[in-house]
């Protein structure tokens, strides 16, 4: 199984950014999906969720109405649409599975079954 982030640059505040995670080697749609962050001298966080049929996701509070999780599961991948973006979104930002959960669930838990390697967001004030 893998999972490929993309998406991640430099970015001045205020600004938008898309990352994308596309997975191969798993049945996608059997999955939920989440995105992670973790800023220099912090633990990793959680940001999103998504679960695999895509009808539900989860924020954490810092970012909602910011961001945004969807999925493409004809494609296998997932997104994070980031806006009005601010310096403490700087961090590195992975992509994670969870085989059959809800997005709340992964939001209360990192334990998944697969990261990817990560992607960096660098938020300039």
């Known amino acids: 199984v893998q999972l490929q982030a993309s998406g991640g640059g430099l970015v001045q505040a205020g600004g938008s950014l898309r990352l994308s995670c596309r997975a191969s080697?798993?049945?996608?749609?059997?999955?939920?999906m989440g995105w992670f962050r973790q800023a220099p001298g912090k633990e990793r966080e959680f940001v999103a969720a998504?679960?695999?049929?895509?009808?539900?996701?989860y924020y954490a509070d810092s970012v909602k109405g910011r961001f945004t999780i969807s999925r493409d599961n004809a494609r296998n991948t997932v997104y994070l649409q980031m806006n009005s973006l601010r310096p403490e979104d700087t961090a590195v930002y992975y992509c994670?599975?969870?085989?059959?959960?809800?997005?709340?669930?992964?939001?209360?838990?990192?334990?998944?079954?697969?990261w990817g390697k990560g992607t960096l967001v660098t938020v300039s004030s």
């Open positions: 994670a599975a969870r085989f059959f959960t809800t997005a709340q669930a992964m939001g209360v838990s990192a334990t998944m079954d697969y």
């Open positions: 080697g798993l049945t996608f749609s059997n999955y939920g």
């Open positions: 998504i679960a695999g049929g895509g009808g539900s996701t």
